[in-house]
């Protein structure tokens, strides 16, 4: 890894994208980062990128604009700077004649793939990635089963590697609140996330059984809440650089519930690592990876069936002392386990000097 020096990284640079720690966890391990960003400036509170009529259209026939004109940028970057990696985060806008420039004006760059989302689910990927995937020497995925021979590698993938989510220690972190941000953030059960049909009708049913619950995140909207229990804020929280309030939601909830997205197949979700590491307390449907990473019970709590879930946030709302200690276990955990960005590029950079080798 140490010879890895220099690093073009193709990806979303907003404060609020997880691009935007993983570019720094490379800065932190000494290796100068040349950041291009392929997705326009966000709406900080949103966290996501106003997207044009045309570029919607566009997505839905399997088209990624290309607005950041990166096609255009990384040839020339490689040829003047010939980078040691050339790093694309879920490269849907990035054309073969793009990977094959670079290859002919810098031969000893490897181009190396990453993404956090279900890159084998045509929801997920355009036409154009099919096609460059083959032209990547490695590709990262924080879904295991993209890296079963029948998913990414038969789509022409040559090399793909499983890796875990990953905190920010800047952002994910206990914090301090004023009495104005606990009177704003506080709940009993909170859940932070987009709206999905199946995390709707949880929701119903833990208050059709008596359970506040707060609810922060896009696309609710469409939701209609069954009972005034359930308080449904229709805004993100969105870290930014003068204000954490999606940590300090976290921090301000006694309970913050993980659910998994079933279109994307989880196993596990950015809220896995991010609410520990924030120092929630974390009940979350039960999987292997999720155990894997949290000791059920010690380190975080697991649920399969919604009469489980609702015993369990009734056990915990009463037995204080447990959950407090079960939030702190969580939270040493994530420290001492190498669940940080810094250490998860530390991981996968060690894979790429292979490659350099």
Not at 247 to 263: D, E
């Amino acid at each position: 890894m140490a010879a890895i020096k220099r690093i073009l990284f193709v990806g979303d640079l907003n404060f609020y994208a997880k691009g935007a720690s993983r570019l720094k966890a490379m800065e932190d391990l000494g290796i100068r980062v040349i950041g291009l960003p392929h997705t326009a400036q966000g709406d900080p509170a949103t966290g996501a990128p106003g997207l044009s009529f045309y570029e919607r259209l566009a997505w839905k026939l399997g088209v990624h604009i290309d607005s950041g004109q990166v096609n255009r940028k990384i040839p020339a970057i490689a040829a003047l700077e010939k980078p040691d990696l050339l790093w694309i985060e879920k490269g849907n806008m990035i054309s073969r004649a793009t990977l094959k420039a670079v290859r002919d004006r810098s031969p000893g760059t490897k181009i190396i793939g990453y993404s956090d989302d279900d890159m084998f689910n045509p929801l997920n990927h355009t036409r154009a990635y099919v096609r460059t995937l083959p032209h990547y020497d490695l590709v990262f995925t924080t879904k295991s089963y993209n890296a079963h021979a029948d998913e990414l590698p038969a789509l022409g993938a040559k090399r793909v590697v499983m890796v875990d989510k990953a905190y920010d220690p800047d952002q994910h972190k206990l914090l301090p609140l004023t009495a104005a941000e606990r009177a704003e953030l506080a709940a009993d059960v909170s859940f932070i996330g987009s709206y999905a049909p199946e995390r709707g009708e949880v929701l119903n049913f833990l208050a059709a059984n008596g359970i506040s619950v707060v609810v922060w995140g896009n696309g609710w909207g469409r939701f209609t809440a069954a009972s005034p229990r359930l308080t449904i804020k229709n805004q993100a929280l969105v870290n930014s650089p003068e204000n954490l309030r999606f940590t300090k939601a976290i921090n301000a909830s006694r309970i913050n519930l993980g659910f998994l997205r079933k279109v994307n197949r989880d196993l596990q979700t950015d809220r896995s690592i991010e609410i520990p590491a924030s120092g929630g307390f974390l009940l979350a449907e039960r999987s292997p990876e999720h155990e894997r990473l949290f000791e059920d019970g010690r380190e975080a709590v697991y649920f399969d069936s919604n009469a489980e879930l609702l015993d369990k946030i009734r056990h915990y709302l009463a037995h204080e002392d447990t959950r407090a200690a079960i939030a702190t276990a969580g939270h040493a955990r994530s420290r001492a386990s190498g669940y940080s960005h810094r250490d998860r590029m530390a991981e996968m950079l060690a894979v790429c000097w292979g490659l350099q080798k």
